[in-house]
């Protein structure tokens, strides 16, 4: 398929267009600004990922169960589904009058918008052809068959965009185009743009990014009219190539703007750059002040390589939100331990607590492999202290994982952390005064979360605000065996009541995955007006209460 020319001078020419079609003055400041409270733009919900769907009037502990609840549609879709469902509720669609949609990009580089009630496919749009698995993998694939949209998408509903990042194969490179289309038909705002990246690291000629050597997997953010971008490596496997980056683009004329390495060290005696930004799809976070917030995976397994100015291995970074200047990081005392073992604290995600009283109002969590969950204080990171211990404001075991935290307020007005380790999906009081402190509260226990290739999930909580008996945490459990073929193994919704992770309230089949033993299904369900969203191997399964099972309309073609 022929690539529209993607240089910034064409992007320039169709500046003016631009001013009309999304205007800079329209876009939201961030994602988080949605016109219903139901929408949901971005991964997790939110810039600070809390993953707390809290306008849903009407799921709750009580209605939830095996009588009441299950399967209302399976609409099929083209391949595999790793991004996070986005819900627009009464978005026009060309053609089709006013809908409350649900958008699903596939890694057949698809994206689909579909009535978020009945299941009807309203537009489909494909935006070239996907990389092979084996030509990104010499020895061993870990996203099967092939690589398109990977991470999750952001919406600017006032600009009446998506954004994504589609992998195209020409038929012998691969390359990475950011596109902005429209909410309404599906196409292109504008020609999608090609994203290149190099920058000067000490002591050597520019690295540049090559795509057959990078992934795109956590999920897009925007803040204050910016698209953030974050790449990590090919599972590890050409370590002398592969750097983690973020890269910054104008949502308004997708001209780069900047962007930042999370290693800038020179060639050591053995070759390792990586320290990669990867987050098993958990998108980048942002705080008030469009500060933005990653953590990093592995670097050099023979050779302690962390730098206070050049790398930053098993990390979280605090960065600037022009992206140029590192305002703080953590880096766990035993990184080079974490390198030797792959147990990288880069494999979940880092969740930003929305402002609390007492003495640290800004805390961050994030964990990942190695089991360890960190209680930051988000102005004050921790630094990195040789030898330990480790200058944070608690650690706490939620069990090694690919997973990611969520956060919510209970009934009783308490705020709750969510952790989604091999321990089961746990819940942890968070007390304020005299200092910050997480309390073991409830959990699932440890086989929920079981499933290959490796365990953890990624936890969500619906819930009418604070009301009581409203909350429900929601989680996709892995496949349990693996299959090659279609539609491959199942993939499993579960649903607690949140006042008590061990009060099972659902178990439900919700899909199925492909190449399980290699190729993780880090699933995230999304909840929007009475219903639960799960994309899967070619299918989005809309579940909800039984009693609301609409009629299926016809397709309109």
């Not at 983690?244 to 005696?269: E, F, H, V, W």
Request: one cysteine or more; charged letters at 15%; hydrophobic letters at 35%.
């Amino acid at each position: 398929m022929k690539r529209p020319n993607s240089c910034l001078s064409t992007v320039s020419i169709f500046a003016a267009v631009l001013l009309v079609v999304i205007p800079a003055s329209a876009a939201p400041k961030d994602a988080t600004q949605a016109s219903s409270p139901q929408d949901v733009l971005t991964y997790h919900g939110d810039n600070l990922r809390t993953g707390w769907f809290s306008a849903e009037i009407v799921l709750t502990a009580s209605n939830v169960n095996a009588q009441s609840f299950g399967l209302l549609q399976t609409v099929p879709l083209d391949g595999k589904v790793d991004a996070e469902p986005l819900v627009v509720m009464q978005q026009q669609i060309a053609g089709h009058g006013i809908h409350d949609v649900v958008y699903v990009a596939t890694e057949n580089n698809s994206v689909y918008a579909i009535d978020a009630g009945d299941g009807s496919v309203l537009w489909h749009r494909s935006h070239g052809t996907p990389v092979p698995c084996l030509y990104k993998y010499t020895h061993r694939c870990n996203i099967m068959p092939v690589i398109g949209i990977l991470s999750t998408p952001v919406i600017d509903r006032g600009a009446g965009a998506m954004y994504f990042v589609a992998d195209n194969y020409n038929g012998k490179v691969d390359a990475f185009y950011l596109h902005a289309i429209s909410l309404s038909t599906g196409r292109d705002l504008l020609p999608a743009v090609a994203i290149r990246y190099s920058e000067q690291v000490q002591g050597e000629r520019d690295w540049t990014l090559n795509p057959k050597f990078q992934l795109q997997r956590p999920g897009l953010l925007e803040v204050n009219g910016s698209i953030y971008i974050a790449f990590g490596s090919v599972a590890d496997l050409e370590p002398d190539h592969s750097r983690g980056a973020i890269l910054r683009y104008d949502a308004a004329t997708l001209s780069q703007l900047n962007g930042q390495l999370a290693n800038k060290r020179s060639r050591p005696a053995s070759p390792y750059y990586l320290s990669s930004i990867w987050q098993s799809g958990y998108a980048p976070a942002a705080d008030a002040n469009g500060d933005i917030y990653f953590s990093t995976g592995n670097s050099d397994p023979k050779n302690p390589s962390y730098s206070a100015t050049l790398n930053w291995p098993d990390s979280v970074m605090h960065l600037s939100s022009d992206l140029s200047t590192l305002i703080d990081s953590f880096t766990t005392y035993n990184y080079f331990l974490l390198d030797q073992l792959d147990r990288e604290i880069g494999s979940g995600g880092v969740l930003l607590l929305p402002d609390q009283p007492g003495s640290v109002p800004h805390l961050v969590l994030g964990g990942g492999k190695d089991g360890r969950a960190f209680l930051m204080d988000r102005d004050h990171l921790g630094g990195y202290t040789k030898g330990g211990p480790d200058n944070v404001l608690q650690e706490v075991q939620m069990g090694k994982c690919h997973c990611g935290p969520a956060y919510f307020v209970g009934s009783d007005g308490g705020p709750r952390v969510l952790t989604g380790g091999l321990r089961g999906i746990t819940s942890w009081r968070l007390q304020t005064t005299p200092s910050p402190k997480l309390t073991l509260e409830s959990s699932t226990g440890p086989g929920t979360v079981s499933g290959l290739p490796r365990g953890g999930s990624f936890p969500v909580v619906s819930s009418n605000g604070t009301a009581e008996g409203s909350g429900v945490v929601w989680f996709v459990q892995k496949p349990a065996t693996s299959s090659d073929k279609n539609p491959g193994t199942p993939v499993t919704l579960r649903a607690y009541a949140a006042s008590d992770l061990t009060k099972q309230l659902v178990s439900i089949q919700a899909g199925a995955w492909t190449h399980a033993y290699n190729s993780s299904a880090n699933l995230v369900p999304t909840v929007a007006n009475g219903r639960v969203y799960v994309a899967s191997n070619r299918q989005l399964r809309i579940l909800g209460l039984l009693a609301s099972r609409p009629k299926r309309q016809r397709e309109k073609r």
